[in-house]
């Protein structure tokens, strides 16, 4: 069942095109990486889906129906690029995620409960009390999750989501992002710079620069053609792979699921 559908999808902003032709589907729990030089028009796409910007042709119908109608539901989360929550944010590490239910007509005990469960899900559950500004980046972010899951939402939009993390809190996201997809069947579509990594954990790229020039499995996206498509012919990566085509010109540790 796809539960995002883009066809012939054309936005402008200030009169300039900035994503041409765009058709794309989405099946019920995949998890997505769109990738693409910076200004390559990500963000903007994501907030085309979310109905945040009108296109000027072409339809996006997400959860059978139209973006802002979607949305309305509360059934999609969103973590944008640029946080919503203001990294000195005066409150707690609960009232951050609590949030994420300010619309949901829930007693607050009820909302509470929820906000702790997330809490525990992103393996924050100890810092609940802490205040949130004394956070570290990454722990911040973790946080920013609960707060977009707690809706119990059925897709997720995550904007370059490990920005400021670590190596190794990095690979921990991508397996939680991993039990999500399993344990909850959740949909997730993620921005992602690291190309090379979100290769083992994706079902399918998106790589976008101005027109979608490619969307399938991970595998295909890493041929040389492609990856000059998308980046141009500066593009300088690593590669390690016997498999991938582009290995004399391209460096990146591929290793397939
Ligand atoms: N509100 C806006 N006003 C004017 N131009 C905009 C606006 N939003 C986006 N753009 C332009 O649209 C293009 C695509 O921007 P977008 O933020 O979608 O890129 P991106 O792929 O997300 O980049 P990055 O990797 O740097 O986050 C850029 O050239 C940007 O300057
Ligand atoms: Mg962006």
């Known amino acids: 069942m796809n539960i995002l559908e883009i066809k012939n999808l054309t936005v402008e902003i200030d009169k300039i095109l900035i994503l041409k032709d765009i058709n794309l589907e989405v099946k019920k729990g995949e998890i997505i990486a769109i990738v693409g030089p910076n200004g390559g028009g990500k963000t903007t796409l994501v907030k085309t889906i979310l109905g945040f910007i009108n296109p000027v042709s072409g339809k996006v119908k997400i959860l059978g129906t139209d973006p802002k109608k979607a949305v309305k539901t ?19 590490v609960l009232d951050v995620v609590l949030l994420g239910l300010i619309n949901k007509k829930l007693p607050r005990d009820k909302k509470i409960e929820k906000a702790k469960k997330y809490l525990k899900y992103v393996g924050m559950d100890r810092f609940e009390n802490k205040p949130y500004s004394g956070l570290s980046g990454g722990e911040q972010q973790r946080v920013s999750i609960a707060r977009v899951l707690v809706s119990d939402p059925e897709i997720i939009f995550l904007d370059e989501p490990s920005t400021g993390i670590d190596v190794v809190a990095q ?22 710079h690291d190309i090379g990594v979100v290769g083992r954990f994706v079902d399918k790229v998106a ?13 295909e996206f890493f041929q040389k053609e492609t990856l000059e498509s998308i980046y141009g012919s500066e593009v300088e990566l690593i590669i390690h792979s016997p498999e991938c085509v582009a290995c004399e010109h391209f460096h990146i540790d591929l290793d397939f699921k």
């Open 74 to 92: 509360g059934k999609i989360g969103y973590l944008p690029q640029k946080s919503s929550v203001p990294k000195d944010f005066p409150f707690s």
């Open 171 to 192: 690979e921990s996201f991508y397996d939680f992002l991993q039990r999500l997809k399993k344990e909850k069947n959740m949909t997730i579509v993620m921005v992602s």
């Open 207 to 219: 790589g976008l620069n101005r027109f979608l020039h490619f969307y399938g499995h991970p595998k």
